[in-house]
């Protein structure tokens, strides 16, 4: 995802163009603080990871969002996230859904 800039603080996926693209990972954009993913937007993706985004507090995938492909979502070490909602169909045929965090050191 080289064309999402990584200081980028709301990000609103419309339409993801595939181009025989099947994975969107997401760990560049340190600065994200709210992830959109819009309508249908992600059908066809097999993979869907948030990773190390200190910054990210809330997540929102609505109706169908993740729906016509994808088998795995992945958030992991996004200490700050607080909020994920999900619209309907939203995972329709997900297999997997991951998410964890290392604890914070005192």
């Known amino acids: 995802m080289n064309r999402i800039p990584s200081d980028v603080e709301d990000l609103w996926i ?3 163009e595939i181009a025989k693209q ?3 990972i997401l760990n560049q954009q340190q600065s994200m603080k709210n ?4 309508i249908n ?3 066809g993706i097999s993979v869907l990871e948030l990773n190390g985004l200190a910054a990210l507090q809330r997540v929102v995938v609505m109706r169908g969002g993740l729906s016509g492909g994808s088998s795995r979502l ?3 070490n996004c200490a700050n996230l607080n909020s994920i909602s999900v619209g309907n169909r939203a995972f329709q045929f997900i297999q997997t859904i991951v998410m964890e965090s290392k604890e914070r050191e005192k």
């Open 14 to 16: 419309a339409n993801f």
């Open 35 to 38: 992830l959109t993913i819009g």
């Open 41 to 43: 937007a992600l059908n």
């Open 74 to 76: 992945r958030v992991t």
């Open 22 to 24: 099947k994975n969107l």
